[in-house]
């Protein structure tokens, strides 16, 4: 798996994930808050399995 997610989409991914999993935590959110799971993983991960498909990414990396 080559990183295709770049620094400011991996940010966000991860805040957003970590921001919808502390909402159905500790604040009763909404059970399809859960889907946060999938962003954090993706900005952990560095890699989005989605971009893969449509063979896109924000990653400015280098390609061999």
Same mark, same amino acid.
């Given at each position: 798996?080559?990183a295709?997610?770049g620094?400011?989409?991996?940010? %966000?991914?991860?805040?957003?994930?970590l921001?919808?999993? =502390?909402?159905?935590? *500790?604040?009763? $959110?909404p059970?399809?808050?859960?889907?946060?799971v999938?962003p %954090?993983?993706?900005?952990?991960?560095n890699f989005?399995? =989605?971009?893969?498909? *449509?063979?896109? $990414?924000?990653?400015k990396?280098?390609?061999?």
């Amino acid at each position: 798996m080559k990183a295709n997610i770049g620094r400011i989409d991996r940010v %966000l991914r991860i805040v957003a994930g970590l921001a919808l999993i =502390a909402w159905v935590l *500790f604040a009763s $959110g909404p059970l399809w808050a859960w889907i946060g799971v999938l962003p %954090l993983a993706t900005g952990l991960m560095n890699f989005c399995p =989605a971009y893969s498909i *449509f063979g896109t $990414g924000s990653c400015k990396c280098k390609t061999k």
